[in-house]
């Protein structure tokens, strides 16, 4: 094990979050900034090596002792040619060699990976995966993203879009996706599309303990449903039967796909606990082949926030430590 | 590149294929034997060593130019242990120690693969996917099988049943499928399921020109019915659309998945060309997320019935070939 720390940075549309990482994941330091990607990718490049910099001396850690930094992006990347292509919802961003002008500087070795992948390799290194050979993660929060961990190593597929698990088709003539298209996993499983789900229910007349609240202009969320649907109203706990129904969909075709040692379920909606993996369950034994199922584990996540940003120092532990 | 030669030998239902073929794939002799797998696995195992013997003598290769052999099996298998489970369509043949039986009593360093991974590796390596990463095939003859090759590699997964593609759910409410569960990529996607649909569509009172000869008690195949479709029959033309659009389906789910450079498909199926090919692309172009698509093109497979004994061969060169 090297004595070397890592930073990872876990770049979003709000905030920059970044920690200096030990070699056995221990969080030495992190902080969260604003990312203010409206300033432009000057202003964001400066925001990421100033976010290093500022963790590395929370840390108290020479500049000697960093083994390198782990970048995680939301949006589509060259992940080889270390470049951000349309980075998601950070505008005026488009096309930044982030690796290069990181790596020129901080001097340090940088690594740029999906935003979703190093969360997964996060929870496959140290978390709810940690003793599996093969991981699947689906994020379950404003979207559905995906993170696919083989034998070790994230897959990035031919062009670095592997793993966009929330655009699986399950129902061919289904709802309409974020992404234009219809019938996505995304369209049925994300917390968005549940409150989507939920106001349709209201407009369609089902009586609900919320509809008095949601007809008088107030804003309904993910988590309001939820307590509804703890307190045994009907619709709430309906569409959480079926948003589990359909994950449990997908998570057969990923188990028929890909016989991972271990599905994990991350963000926000985790948080409906029971109320979302029974359906899940339930699907998976009525659906999947016996052998597929009978040796992969579907659990939620271990490591809530910090699974962005561990990741992406894993990664780069990953690729730069050397003597691990 | 080894001067030495590789056994493939492909083990079916009916008959067992085997070659010896060179590192760079050429088939120097091949033959294929009756199963005779009711007459339990001993004599199985003297029919696969019989016909690694005959072709190497066919070929005229002395033993000590002998690579190895690979078994391409259909069924359940544990890969590492190097035993067969549950073979599927071999009565009388669970559990065989089919790495260790055959090594025993050949001499050569022996590999077992999944036969629907073995056409994959071979598609990969001297196919349609040859110049490719990364690919995945979908075998569309009695059933719907699966290869996943990554990196070069095929994809085992967990349990060494990954790549059952098949039994994608893609209609959660859907067919049943030999399977015993509903709505699995196969019980559209098959031969047999484009029969069974056929003769569902006569008997709903559909019309077709084939009605005649299936209501006076005529078998109908699957060729019958593209060659209806290729006369301009409207429910024959309507089945292969349709299959088409499921198929497309479950490649779209896979390049989401996998982001593989390529998607092969094989079997029977194929001989209806761009009447499964149109449909297929359309569901494609219209579903599929345009990073993901543009990169992967979908084919027909190049090596036809030679794949499974040309894949086993070369899965054994990429395990034992030592100066490639």
Same mark, same amino acid.
């Given at each position: ?10 770049? /979003?549309?709000?905030? +920059? =979050? %970044? @920690?200096?990482?030990?070699?056995? &994941?221990? !969080? ?5 900034? $604003? ?39 939301? /949006?589509?990347?060259? +992940? =080889? %040619? @270390?470049?951000?292509?349309?980075? &998601?919802? !950070? ?5 930044? $060699? ?20 190093a969360a997964a390799y996060a929870e496959y290194w140290v978390g709810a995966a940690r003793d599996a050979g093969s991981m699947v ?7 559905? @993203? ?21 655009h699986m088709i399950i129902e061919v003539n289904g709802r309409k996706c974020g992404c234009g298209k219809w019938g996505c996993l ?19 007349g089902h009586l609900t303990v919320l509809a008095d609240h949601f007809k008088t202009g107030g804003k309904v969320s993910a988590r ?101």
């Amino acid at each position: 094990m090297t004595d070397k720390c890592f930073v990872g940075v876990d770049l /979003g549309g709000t905030n +920059i =979050k %970044a @920690g200096c990482i030990t070699a056995d &994941a221990e !969080i030495l330091s992190k902080i969260s900034v $604003p990312t203010e990607g409206e300033r432009g990718q000057e202003h964001v490049i400066g925001r990421i090596c100033g976010a290093v910099d500022s963790v590395l001396e929370g840390a108290g850690r020479p500049r000697d002792l960093v083994g390198g930094v782990g970048i995680g992006f939301p /949006g589509t990347l060259d +992940i =080889k %040619a @270390g470049v951000v292509r349309y980075p &998601a919802n !950070i505008p005026g961003c488009r096309n930044i $060699p982030v690796v290069q002008r990181v790596r020129e500087r901080t001097g340090f070795p940088v690594l740029l990976e999906n935003d979703a992948n190093a969360a997964a390799y996060a929870e496959y290194w140290v978390g709810a995966a940690r003793d599996a050979g093969s991981m699947v993660m689906l994020t379950l929060g404003t979207g559905v @993203g995906g993170g696919i961990v083989i034998d070790g190593k994230v897959l990035h597929g031919n062009t670095d879009c592997a793993g966009e698990l929330g655009h699986m088709i399950i129902e061919v003539n289904g709802r309409k996706c974020g992404c234009g298209k219809w019938g996505c996993l995304e369209a049925y499983a994300s917390a968005t599309s549940l409150v989507k789900r939920f106001a349709e229910a209201v407009q369609a007349g089902h009586l609900t303990v919320l509809a008095d609240h949601f007809k008088t202009g107030g804003k309904v969320s993910a988590r309001d449903i939820y307590e509804a649907a703890i307190g045994g109203d009907e619709v709430s706990c309906r569409l959480f039967r079926e948003t589990g129904s359909y994950l449990g969909m997908g998570i057969v075709n990923i188990m028929h796909t890909l016989n991972p040692a271990r599905i994990v379920l991350s963000g926000g909606m985790i948080a409906a606990g029971d109320l979302l993996m029974r359906p899940i369950r339930e699907m998976v034994e009525a659906r999947a082949l016996s052998d597929a199922q009978r040796n992969c584990e579907v659990i939620f996540a271990a490591l809530g926030e910090d699974a962005g940003l561990l990741g992406a120092a894993g990664c780069a532990l990953a690729e730069f430590g050397t003597s691990r």
